[in-house]
């Protein structure tokens, strides 16, 4: 069974910057292709960005492509996604995700947390 627990949720401007942290524990992370999502109220969950299980191959969604980053670190079993440039449309629940397919589809969810941009 896999945990996930994501971070660094908040409110800031428009402009500002944020950086999304995600714990794993209980599996192996470093096998997994790890992503993001995100989830604005009334729309459906949508692809952020997603890294290969070495980290050496990342992909975004054009929306967030040049302002937002996806990192993991394998030896402290940790994902992040550094935000910059962010923009009120950015403002949605961010969910961790542990074996992300290229359909978009994932096999474990984090609880999900907050970010909010506001004008």
């Known amino acids: 069974q896999v945990q996930l627990v994501e971070s660094g949720g908040g409110l800031v401007q428009a402009g500002g910057s944020l950086r999304l942290s995600c714990a794993a524990s209980?599996?192996?992370?470093?096998?997994?292709?790890m992503g993001w999502f995100r989830q604005a109220p009334g729309k459906e969950r949508e692809f952020v960005a997603a890294?290969?299980?070495?980290?050496?191959?990342?992909l975004y969604a054009d929306s967030v492509k040049g302002r937002f980053t996806i990192s993991r670190d394998n030896t402290k079993n940790m994902l992040y996604l550094q935000m910059n440039s962010l923009k009120p449309e950015d403002t949605a629940v961010y969910y961790c995700?542990?074996?992300?397919?290229?359909?978009?589809?994932?096999?474990?969810w984090g609880q999900g947390t907050q970010v909010t941009i506001s004008s």
């Open positions: 209980g599996r192996t992370f470093s096998r997994y292709t």
């Open positions: 890294i290969s299980w070495s980290g050496d191959s990342t």
């Open positions: 995700a542990l074996d992300v397919t290229v359909a978009g589809t994932a096999g474990s």
